[in-house]
Nanobody, 125 residues
């Protein structure tokens, strides 16, 4: 089993930046891909970005492309989400997710095996 713990959320003004972290733990940690999702009030959870643990290739939703950057530190078993040029519509609870096995990009929440508890990001206008 793997446990995921997010941190780094908060309140920021539009145009500002935040960096989220997702620390993974567990006796055996092996993931195919790690992703970030977000869920705004009254909306469904939506895909933001993902990174393959081996190789580090990345994939982004169009809404964040060019503003958000996902990265990982294999030794620390941590995934990061650098969010720049934040907009009020980025306000949501951000969740880290992990999928143990795969062969392509996965953007649906049900496709992931492990989830963190979420961290609130609020962007004021």
């Amino acid at each position: 089993q793997a446990q995921l713990v997010e941190s780094g959320g908060g309140l920021v003004q539009a145009g500002g930046s935040l960096r989220l972290s997702c620390a993974a733990s567990g006796r055996t940690f092996s993931m195919y891909v790690m992703g970030w999702f977000r869920q705004a009030p009254g909306k469904e959870r939506e895909f933001v970005t993902a990174i393959r643990w081996i190789g580090g290739s990345t994939y982004y939703a169009d809404s964040v492309k060019g503003r958000f950057t996902i990265s990982r530190d294999n030794a620390r078993k941590t995934v990061y989400l650098q969010m720049n040029s934040l907009k009020p519509e980025d306000t949501a609870v951000y969740y880290c997710a992990g999928k143990k096995y795969g062969s392509r990009w996965y953007i649906l929440p049900d496709e992931y095996d492990y989830w963190g508890q979420g961290t609130q990001v609020t962007v004021s206008s």
